[in-house]
Nanobody
Framework: DVQLVESGGGSVQAGGSLRLSCAAS????????MGWFRQAAGKGVEWISS????????RYADSVKGRFTISRDNAKNTLYLQMNSLKPEDTAMYYC?????????????WGQGTQVTVS
């Protein structure tokens, strides 16, 4: 079974940084597109970034472009999201997701999430 486990969330002051990790198991990680999503309290799920299976192509939502960086280590089956210049509006539950395709809202496998709070 596909398992995705996020970590690295926490509380940080505005302007600070966090790095999220997503440990993947149960499938051929290097063959899947990976993505990061978030959901703020009372709002819908927002796609924020995705990266192709080999890591050659990355996409970002306008809301995080220039501040967040997605990366992956296929040797470690791990996805990362480096978040810099954090803003209070970045406060949300952050989820990693996996799928064979890379359509922003087409990901079929999801982790349980990690909370990020920016004050």
């Amino acid at each position: 079974d596909v398992q995705l486990v996020e970590s690295g969330g926490g509380s940080v002051q505005a302007g600070g940084s966090l790095r999220l990790s997503c440990a993947a198991s149960g499938y051929t990680y290097s063959s899947y597109c990976m993505g990061w999503f978030r959901q703020a309290a009372g709002k819908g799920v927002e796609w924020i970034s995705s990266i192709t299976d080999g890591g050659s192509a990355k996409r970002y939502a306008d809301s995080v472009k220039g501040r967040f960086t997605i990366s992956r280590d296929n040797a470690k089956n791990t996805l990362y999201l480096q978040m810099n210049s954090l803003k209070p509006e970045d406060t949300a539950m952050y989820y990693c997701a996996a799928d064979e395709g890379c359509t922003p809202y087409g990901f079929g496998y999801w982790g349980q999430g990690t909370q990020v709070t920016v004050s």
